[in-house]
Each structure stands twice: as structure tokens, then as C-alpha cells.
């Protein structure tokens, strides 16, 4: 079991910066990949970026590629989201999201994912 609790949204306004963090309960963090996921009213959640259990490996959906970082610190028990050159249609709650991986892999798919937090809101102005 694992609990997860995101901070670090807010209001920013179109071309700024912010950075979640998501701290993670529980001894065996490094052995979670871990996911950040949003979902903007009306819509589906969708994936943003993903980072396997060393970090060695990673994805961005399309539309964040170039603009947002993912990385972790097994040590601090921690996954970021370092966004930059946010847009209005960056606009959603993010979800940091956990899933127990044997290997090094990496996951896509929301219903591969164990344990969510509660989601922290980013609103981006124009």
C-alpha cells in the first residue's frame, strides 16, 4: 500500500513555470513506476508523462513534450513535474500515479496504475 499527495499547483498566468511535487508514503518507492495524469472538466484523463522505477526511462504525451520534466528522488520518496512555457489548455487537475513494476518499464494506460493521489488543481490564464 502506498499513499500518494501531490502539491505545488496554482494559478499561473501563459508562458510560466510550476513544479508538482508528489510525495510518496511507504519503504519501497523504487519499486513504483510512477505516472502524472490530468484531467480537464468534460474530458478524460489523460497521461502527461511517466518515469520507470530507476528513472531511466520516460514518456510525454505529444503535447507536453519539450515543455515538461519528469523526474524522481527514490531517496525523498519523490516524483516532480516540472512544467515550463505553460498554456490555457494546460488547465486540469494533475494526478500523480503509482503501479508496483517488476521491470524497469514504463506505462501509458491509467487502469495500469495502483494507487492514485488526490489531484492538485493548475489553472493557466491567458
Known amino acids: 500500500q502506498v499513499q500518494l499527495v501531490e502539491s505545488g499547483g496554482g494559478l499561473v498566468q501563459a508562458g510560466g513555470s510550476l513544479r508538482l511535487s508528489c510525495a510518496a508514503s511507504g519503504r519501497t518507492f523504487s519499486s513504483y513506476a510512477m505516472g502524472w495524469f490530468r484531467q480537464a472538466p468534460g474530458k478524460e484523463r489523460e497521461c502527461v508523462a511517466v518515469?520507470?522505477?530507476?528513472?531511466?526511462?520516460?514518456y510525454y504525451a505529444d503535447s507536453v513534450k519539450g515543455r515538461f520534466t519528469i523526474s524522481r528522488d527514490n531517496a525523498k520518496n519523490t516524483v516532480y513535474l516540472q512544467m515550463n512555457s505553460l498554456k490555457p489548455e494546460d488547465t486540469a487537475v494533475y494526478y500523480c500515479a503509482a503501479r508496483n513494476a517488476v521491470f524497469d518499464t514504463i506505462v501509458v494506460n491509467r487502469d495500469g496504475y495502483d494507487y492514485w493521489g488526490q489531484g492538485t488543481q493548475v489553472t493557466v490564464s491567458s
Open positions: 518515469i520507470s522505477r530507476t528513472g531511466g526511462r520516460t
